[in-house]
Structures are given as C-alpha cells and as structure tokens.
C-alpha cells in the first residue's frame, strides 16, 4: 500500500525558533499534498493544500507567513512554522494523494508530527 | 473548516457487543470515509463509500450512506478491546482533488 511518511515524529524547541516538518510519499508521487493541524482531543482541521511546483493554497484563518509550505518535488512536501509560539503546540498531520489515483478521493496519511514549544 | 458533525462524541462499551457512530455532512460529496486514529497517531483508512453507493462492509465494519439526509453511519460488530480509538469520517467534495474535510469523531472505548 501507499506509505506517507513524516519526520520528525515530535519535536520540541523553545519559542521563537523555526522548526521544519517533512512529508514524503515512499512509493508514489503525489501532486497534491494536504496539511492538517490537530490540538488535543479534537479533530483534524485542513490548514493547507501543498501542490508540487506552486504556492500552497491556506485555508481561511491560517496565517500563510507562519506556515511555510514547500512542495518541491513529486514526493515531498514541508511545513515550516517559523518563530514558533507555545499555541502552535498541535500534532501536525500531512496527506497525500497518488498521482495516479487522482480519481479515487483516497487519501494517504503521515504518522503525524508533535510538536510542543516551550 | 470542518463538514459536521459525528454523534455520539464518545461512547463507551462492553467487549462483544456492537458499536454504532453516525456522521452529517452539509455539503454535496464524492464519497465519505471513515478513519480511526489510536491515541497519539496518525490515521487508519477503515472503508470508502462513493455517493452512488447506500452500503458497505468490510469484516467487523459496516458503513452506510444516505445522501438525502446527508448521513453516514458506522457500525462495528462483536467490538473488541483493541477497537478503542476515536472514529473520523471525512468527505471529499464532488470536486477532483479536494482535501478530505473531517467531522469531529467519537471516541470509542470497549472495557473487557
């Protein structure tokens, strides 16, 4: 099956560094990646659509300049939440979606990434 | 933004017996799934049903979908104690490429 895979899988930094998350489709190649953000005992919330070789698509209420998304190549995609604050403590999730299985609507998901700012 | 909501938000059971969680969603979709997400980590796919489709099963899971009351529902059967974890449907609008809009899940707990 598709294997998503992110890294790291937690992380924990001070406030006001930058911390990078990595999202990278093992076996197939993805043209369209999607971040989610979950805090605790709540569900995911789509913060962002990552398409390989243009800029990110932010949903509504996330701030484009704190959350740099990259999506360079066919298999991999960051999210960069620069000068981290302790509210962007959440358990980051990526997803994507097989090149040639556009159709479908089936989604493959990272392990997640936790991050916590202290 | 989210699609809607799952009820109920928790439940908890004895080991054997069945589990039922149901989904809304507002908008027109694709196909529903359903996830399930142990404590801390990422996402297990469970089943995907497409909006021509009223129901589906796969082993102890069976999912149906109404469209005309925008409503899905998952059942779980003979539940065990390693089915605890919280269930997530999630849509997939009728446009190709969309993300995945989840509802706010039920957290299931099976006691044996």
């Known amino acids: 099956g598709a294997v998503v895979s992110q890294h790291p899988s937690w992380v924990i930094c001070k406030s006001g560094t930058s911390v990078k998350i990595e999202c990278r489709s093992l076996?197939?190649?993805?043209?369209?990646m999607f971040w989610y953000r979950q805090f605790p005992k709540q569900s995911l919330m789509l913060m962002a659509t990552?398409?390989?070789?243009?800029?990110?698509?932010?949903e509504q209420g996330v701030e484009k300049d704190k959350f740099l998304i990259n999506h360079a190549s066919l298999t991999l995609s960051t999210l960069t939440v620069t000068s981290a604050h302790p509210e962007d403590s959440s358990f980051y999730i990526c997803s994507a979606r097989d090149r040639g299985k556009s159709n479908t609507g089936e989604l493959f998901f990272g392990e997640g990434s936790r991050l916590t700012v202290l | 933004s989210q699609q809607g909501e799952e009820d109920p938000q928790a439940l908890s059971i004895q080991e054997g017996e069945n589990a039922t969680m149901n989904c809304s969603y507002k908008t027109s979709i694709n196909n529903l799934q359903w996830y399930r997400q142990n404590s801390g980590r990422g996402l297990v796919h469970l089943i995907l049903i497409r909006s021509n489709e009223r129901e589906k099963h796969s082993g102890r899971l069976r999912v149906t979908l109404d469209t005309s009351k925008k409503s899905s529902s998952l059942l779980i059967t003979a539940s065990r104690a390693a089915d605890t974890a919280s269930y997530f449907c999630a849509t997939s609008e009728q446009q190709a490429g969309t993300a995945l809009i989840f509802g706010k899940g039920t957290t299931l707990s099976v006691s044996s």
């Open positions: 076996d197939f190649q993805a043209t369209t």
């Open positions: 990552s398409n390989e070789g243009s800029k990110a698509t932010y």
